[in-house]
């Protein structure tokens, strides 16, 4: 996805907000927000996608604070708070059956993509509030049915994390793909990830090595730079039957690639940006399957 006239103030605000924690309102914080403001301008003048746009900025301010995970604090609470909700939850998910079990269990991950700081006019949602919208998901894009169908197929899924906290309703979603016959490999991002995105550290807090194994993109790039990928990646990426998708930068970026399985994108839609590819409303759950053509 290209830059769209929406994705610079978002993309700044939120830069903003991270250099305003770190370095208030000093001088130094004019200065990188104006170097940000003119590297942001050139990704425009080069066609850069979004993805690569915000990414290339992130990376930028953690260089220049000296600071490898800006979220690291944040993603402790968030993984804590979500783990007492998924414990709460686990008990309705698993005395389902069949495609009711698997239903819920998957929008117990959907709604987890609530817990996102990198939008700048979304207001982050408190884990611990989740549990009734959870039970009560509708999603605007529901392809739940046919993803169910294609797990029942067993085959290798490569799960693609987004955030920290979510990563503890994914972890439990991940159990249930499991025992319906998928062989499921996780994917975290590396060296401290993107934003509040999902690293080996949350895995571990969460347990999520527990029911999977989890693979690092050896990146902290947005969503999968093919050129930065390492090799084992690539090829779970090659061998993989199906992908799970979470998160907006996913649907943003993936499209751009070459990919020669089904990926089903699970998401909130929080900006007018994605809601608009998607034809529905800001706020909406999304649950899309995109097979290859």
């Not at 949602?125 to 046919?146: F, G, Q």
Request: overall charge negative; charged content about 30%; hydrophobic content about 45%.
């Amino acid at each position: 996805m290209k830059l769209h006239a929406e994705c610079i103030p978002c993309i700044l605000t939120v830069r903003y907000r991270e250099v305003a924690k770190f370095r208030g309102d000093s001088p130094e914080a004019v200065k990188l927000m104006a170097e940000m403001a003119r590297m942001l301008a050139d990704s425009v003048n080069r066609g850069e996608l979004a993805t690569v746009a915000a990414t290339r900025l992130f990376r930028f301010l953690k260089r220049q604070l000296g600071v490898e995970d800006l979220y690291a604090e944040e993603k402790k609470v968030a993984d804590e708070k979500a783990l007492k909700v998924v414990e709460e939850l686990r008990s309705k998910v698993m005395e389902q059956r069949g495609i009711d079990r698997f239903r819920l269990a998957c929008y117990a991950a959907l709604v987890g993509n609530a817990l996102d700081f990198g939008v700048a006019s979304y207001q982050v949602a408190d884990p611990e509030k989740l549990l009734d919208e959870i039970l009560n998901c509708k999603p605007a894009i529901d392809d739940v049915e046919e993803f169910y169908k294609l797990v029942r197929k067993g085959g290798e899924c490569l799960y693609l994390l987004d955030n920290a906290g979510e990563i503890a309703f994914d972890r439990l979603f991940i159990e249930v793909l499991r025992d319906e016959g998928a062989r499921v490999v996780a994917l975290v991002k590396s060296r401290g990830g993107f934003q509040n995105d999902a690293t080996m550290e949350d895995a571990e807090r969460v347990k999520l090595n527990e029911v999977c194994r989890v693979m690092e993109t050896g990146t902290d790039a947005s969503s999968l730079f093919m050129e930065e990928l390492p090799l084992d990646v690539l090829e779970k990426m090659e061998d993989a039957d199906f992908i799970v998708a979470k998160g907006m930068a996913h649907f943003e970026h993936l499209p751009e690639l070459q990919i020669d399985a089904p990926v089903i994108y699970m998401l909130k839609a929080k900006c007018k940006v994605i809601a608009g590819l998607l034809q529905v409303p800001v706020g909406s759950y999304v649950v899309k399957m995109v097979k290859p053509k």
